[in-house]
């Protein structure tokens, strides 16, 4: 898979619009913050903010804002490797229709990986850049096809938007008492509920994404360890360290090294 370009977070005016008549020349991956309005055979169609757009190579692309509305998105222009396409239908996506999702935080902070990636000079890029597209596919594939109690149970749906917000925000602290508040439940049951549900505590879970987020910068930024460590929300470096080094079996510059 090739990454051509990629947008994370843009916004436009109202009089925003796209209009290729022949598409893009590669697939086009949206992600909507805002409503839409989109040309699908002929006909405008209003497609919901929080959700998921892919344009196959070679389809008319057509779409605008909302009259008197900004337009803002996520968006990566690629194009499939050998084989790869028989691998993305095997996931049951469909092309050219929108798909919305709870799952938006995440799917955005995989496109901001993406972009991160594609900025870095990291011999690793591509090979990161893929990673995260399957996983944004993977993710949408679960939206559609995962059994009906999984999707619509009110109290799964909470928990998973909780654990979006700290993989997409890894650096803002948060607490069990902040997670048991938005979800609407005691400190305990959302303790028990949540490690039920993904087979980790909040607690672990949480270092588990600002430990992810410390890997991705170490392999596509120039920062130093130490502002890597401030950048994940850690005010003691050694704290950090200590913690990367349990996750990783070894220390974050070790890491960095190895990955050079």
């Not at 798909?99 to 991160?116: G, N, Q």
């Not at 559609?144 to 993989?167: A, N, V």
């Not at 920062?223 to 460590?229: C, G, M």
Request: hydrophobic content about 35%.
């Amino acid at each position: 898979m090739k990454i051509n370009n990629v947008g994370y977070n843009h916004r436009h005016d109202a009089d925003f619009f796209i209009d290729r008549p022949t598409g893009s020349g590669d697939c086009l991956l949206l992600l909507l913050k805002t409503n839409a309005i989109f040309t699908l055979n002929k006909k405008d169609v209003k497609i919901p903010k929080d959700s998921f757009f892919l344009f196959p190579q070679g389809m008319p692309q057509y779409y605008r804002c909302v009259p008197k509305h900004e337009f803002a998105n996520d968006w990566v222009h690629f194009s499939f490797g050998q084989g790869e396409e028989e691998e993305f239908l095997k996931r049951k996506i469909p092309y050219a229709q929108g798909i919305r999702t709870d799952s938006i935080e995440f799917l955005s902070w995989c496109i901001k990986a993406v972009a991160d990636e594609f900025a870095s000079r990291s011999p690793y890029a591509q090979e990161n850049m893929q990673h995260y597209m399957w996983l944004i596919f993977n993710r949408v594939s679960d939206v559609l096809h995962l059994p009906d109690e999984q999707i619509h149970d009110s109290e799964h749906e909470m928990l998973l938007t909780i654990r979006h917000k700290i993989y997409a925000e890894p650096y803002i602290p948060r607490s069990i008492t902040w997670a048991a508040h938005e979800v609407r439940m005691s400190p305990a049951s959302f303790q028990y509920y949540y490690k039920k549900t993904f087979g980790v505590t909040f607690v672990q879970d949480f270092i588990n994404a600002k430990m992810e987020y410390a890997m991705m910068l170490l392999t596509s930024t120039n920062l130093t360890a130490h502002d890597i460590a401030g950048k994940c929300g850690y005010r003691n470096y050694e704290h950090f360290t200590r913690q990367f080094k349990e996750r990783c079996g070894i220390t974050p510059l070790e890491y960095r090294k190895h990955h050079e």
